[in-house]
Structure formats: structure tokens, C-alpha cells
């Protein structure tokens, strides 16, 4: 197979990755409104180390006992990067969800693409070519429809906060694209065990009751864990901007299920920004399939079976 053709491939595994993990994260709106209600701090603390939890799992799946040896290789801007984008956005995310309703957040934490290519020109060199260009503006345009009138509901610091989740997402990405070659689930397991911890201290205790704890332990692996390992195996071969525009998606699909399990009716608005985001996002994947002229990305650290070593 050709240098083409296996980039390609790679670029539709990765894509197939970054659909698969938006899928999984546009389940967080729904996992709030199902969680009984209990202080959102005590929710984001167990939340995390929940995935976190789940992450160290599926090292010890991959590495077994060479697992530790993982943790102690990463690179330090790669782990304090990573981690702590990870840290301060996933915790202002459950902080956002209470404050503003599911299709604020929803929308305004997912406006990642207005601060990916700056991130990607000043940090990578990734260039954008017209038709990304474009898809771009379609699926902020589709996102600002699908905001509509709801604009004024929830508090302005819901809704600010929700602008900085937006921010650190892309910068995350940014990041994980620059350390491709390394594997970072290690560094957001710990920026998982950091937010868990942190909370404890400042919030002075994190007692939950059972029926809480048995979703938000879901929470942690379904929504956060399962998305996060795909999501680092999609920066390795697709770039930040598509990949922020693939996530956009989640504007379309956290309404949704909240709509369809509990019944939180979004505006009808939310079908014309969604056709709108849909199509920006068809549009940045098949633009992205065409060779690059950039120097090919460094060959990604695969993780070797546990009977190999």
C-alpha cells in the first residue's frame, strides 16, 4: 500500500475514533439529569476518579505489570499539559451543566473551533486549508441556531464557564496532537486522580449516597473513560481542527438524549443548526482525507500485548 493510502486509513481509524468518543461524551447531559441530586462538586470529584479508575484498567489491560513504567516515561509538559487541561475543563464542565441548562453547555462548551486553529498555527504549524475554512463556519453558524432564543436561560457564569471548557478541550487536543508519539492516557488518568483529590480537601469530604455513586461510577467509564482512550488514539492521525469539528457533533446528540429519557424538549431550532453542524462536519472529514503537504506526523508509540512482553 502506498504512503497515501495508508495515511488515508489512518485518518478514517482515527475519524472512526473521534465519532465513536463524541458519542460517548454527548451522554454527560443525560447522566446529570438521571444522577440524584447532590452537591455538583461532590459529582465531578467522583466523576473523575471514576475514569480515572477506568483508565488505569485499561493500562493495566495493555501494559500489565510494565504499567507503572508508563506513568514514570511521559514527558513532563506532555503530563502537566494534558492533565491539566483535562483537570480544570472536566471539573468546569459538571460545574457549567448546573448552572445553565444542557443545550447552553452543550453549545457553548463545544465552540472549540473558534480557539483550535490559533492553538494548532502557534503550536503545531497545522494550516487550514478554504474548505475547513468553511466547514468551520458552518458549524459555529449551526451552533449559534441551535442556541437560538435560549441564549438568556441559566446564569452568566454557567454560560462563561462553559466558553473556558471550550477553550481547555482545544487546547487538550492541541496537545495531544503535539505528543502524538506518546501515549497520554496515563497523564489523564492522573489529571483525573488530581481533580478527585482536590476536591476532597477543599470541599472537605466526599460523602455521596450509593444510588449516586452507582451512576456516576458508569458515568466515569462510559462517558469519560471509553471517549478519552479513543480520543487520544484520534489525535495520532487526525488534526485538531477536525477533530474539534467532529466533537461539534455532540451539540447535535446531548439534546437528544436528554429529550429522549427524560424528556427535556430542546427548540425546534436545534434541527436547522444541527443539519448545519452535520454538514460543516461532513464537509471537514472529506477535505481531510486529501494528502497533506505538511511533514508526516511522528509514528505513535502502539502499545505492545501483555503475552509480548
Keep these: ?9 489512518d485518518y478514517a481509524k482515527g475519524v472512526a475514533a473521534m465519532l465513536l468518543a463524541t458519542l460517548f461524551w454527548s451522554l454527560s447531559g443525560l447522566f446529570m439529569r438521571i444522577i440524584p441530586q447532590d452537591d455538583v462538586w461532590r459529582i465531578a470529584a467522583w466523576r473523575s476518579g471514576c475514569m480515572s479508575l477506568g483508565l488505569l484498567l485499561f493500562l493495566l489491560t495493555i501494559y500489565g505489570r510494565g ?3 508508563q506513568f514514570r516515561a511521559i514527558d513532563r509538559s506532555a503530563l502537566l499539559g494534558a492533565a491539566g487541561f483535562f483537570a480544570v475543563g472536566s471539573t468546569l464542565y459538571i460545574v457549567a451543566l448546573s448552572l445553565a441548562g444542557t443545550a447552553n453547555v452543550a453549545c457553548l462548551s ?3 473551533p473558534i480557539f483550535a486553529p490559533l492553538l494548532a498555527r502557534l503550536v503545531l504549524g497545522e494550516r487550514s486549508g478554504p474548505a475547513i475554512w468553511i466547514a468551520t463556519a458552518l458549524a459555529i453558524a449551526g451552533v449559534f441556531v441551535v442556541f437560538g432564543t435560549d441564549f438568556g436561560q441559566g446564569s452568566a457564569i454557567g ?7 471550550a477553550f481547555c478541550f482545544a487546547a487538550q487536543t492541541v496537545w495531544l496532537r503535539r505528543y502524538r508519539d506518546i501515549d497520554l492516557v496515563p497523564a489523564v488518568c492522573l489529571g483525573g486522580l488530581v481533580v478527585f483529590v482536590g476536591v476532597g480537601l477543599v470541599r472537605g469530604g466526599l460523602a455521596i449516597s450509593w444510588e449516586a455513586f452507582g451512576w456516576i461510577l458508569l458515568m466515569g467509564f462510559l462517558q469519560l473513560a471509553l471517549p478519552l482512550i479513543l480520543y487520544t488514539r484520534a489525535a495520532r492521525w487526525v488534526p485538531a481542527i477536525q477533530m474539534t469539528l467532529i466533537a461539534l457533533l455532540d451539540v447535535v446528540l446531548n439534546p437528544f438524549w436528554t429529550w429522549l429519557v427524560v424528556d427535556e424538549v430542546p427548540a425546534m431550532n436545534a434541527i436547522w443548526g444541527g443539519l448545519l453542524i452535520l454538514v460543516g ?7 481531510g482525507r486529501k494528502p497533506q503537504a505538511s511533514a508526516p506526523a511522528p509514528a505513535a508509540a502502539i502499545p505492545e500485548p501483555v503475552g509480548e512482553r
Excluded: K
Excluded at 159 to 165: E, I, P, Q
Excluded at 281 to 287: G, K, N, P
Design 281 to 287: 462536519v461532513l464537509i471537514s472529514v472529506i477535505a
Design 67 to 69: 504499567t507503572l513504567a
Design 1 to 9: 500500500m502506498t504512503a497515501i493510502g495508508l495515511g488515508r486509513r
Design 159 to 165: 454560560n462563561a464557564l462553559s466558553l473556558v471548557v
Design 110 to 112: 463545544n465552540l472549540t
